[in-house]
């Protein structure tokens, strides 16, 4: 698997982020770093940084982006202490960015063996693979958006990132994408879903065999 290119940022944070207490739906394990998921193609690291600084002090912050320099619409933050990384979770999950709803769990891969990037103001790691995470799912209403495709599938698990793909005049092609956090999420959505009529249509749902 490639190693998928970032933009990343890192500074010194002077200070520790504020404490919170009770559980963290997104699996806090202890750790500072998250994963955010279902980001905008505009997001940079910047505004992701300034988002999530609202829950404590950021360390690094970073947006993967393909190879060919779009975004992937993920990315990774990590923050001082383990207590905001906790705090973001509990309180940016599903928080609006740059026009879309994110989602903040902890980042599973944290304490992996990393490959410095650049001049070391960041690293890298591989960007997750989402083969067996993410469906198509075909048919759909031309009036449904990418929020409501993810309102749509959010019972079957945690959708990560929903995308409906538009044309060049800003109409809907009737066809979308779901990328859920785990492949157990997205089988069932695929076996809850498919033959099901949403809205006058009946939609069709399969992985997406190019993930």
Known sequence: MEEAPIEAFHEEAPAAGPQTTGPAPGG??????????????????QGLKDHMREAGNVAHAEVFTESSGRSAGCGIVEF?????????INTLNDTMLDGR?????????E????????DGEGFSRRRESDRGRKIVVWNLPYHIRWQDLKDLFREYGSVIRADVPQTHDGKSKGMGT???????????????????????RIVDCRLDKYA
Do not use: C
């Open 28 to 45: 806090h394990t202890g750790g500072k770093r998250v994963y955010v998921g279902n980001l905008s193609w505009d997001t940079r690291w």
């Open 80 to 88: 001082e202490t383990p207590e905001a990384a906790e705090n973001a």
């Open 101 to 109: 709803s994110i989602f903040v769990r902890a980042d599973r891969e």
């Open 111 to 118: 304490g992996k063996p990393r490959r410095a990037f650049g």
């Open 178 to 200: 779901v990328l859920f956090e785990t492949e157990m999420e997205a089988e069932r959505a695929i076996q809850e879903m498919t033959g099901k009529e949403v809205d006058g």
